[in-house]
């Protein structure tokens, strides 16, 4: 099972583009049972195009 928790959203707006960035925080259960988690950054990209919002693109990297 995966659960996300997301943090410090920052969402801006250029015509029909849209970048979103902030924090996540994944939860994991493994198969044997154990949790585990980690954090990430991202940075995602979406632009509406003839009424259709598509990813663009996104970019995560681990925090300590």
């Keep these: 099972k995966t659960e996300i928790e997301l943090h410090d959203l920052d969402t801006r ?30 940075t995602d990209t979406y632009i509406k195009k003839n ?5 663009i693109s996104t970019h995560t990297s681990q925090m300590d």
């Design 13 to 42: 707006y250029y015509d029909d583009v849209v970048v979103v960035s902030g924090w996540e925080y994944v939860h994991l259960k493994l198969r044997n049972g154990d949790t585990t988690g980690y954090k990430l950054r991202f």
């Design 51 to 55: 009424g259709i919002t598509q990813a």
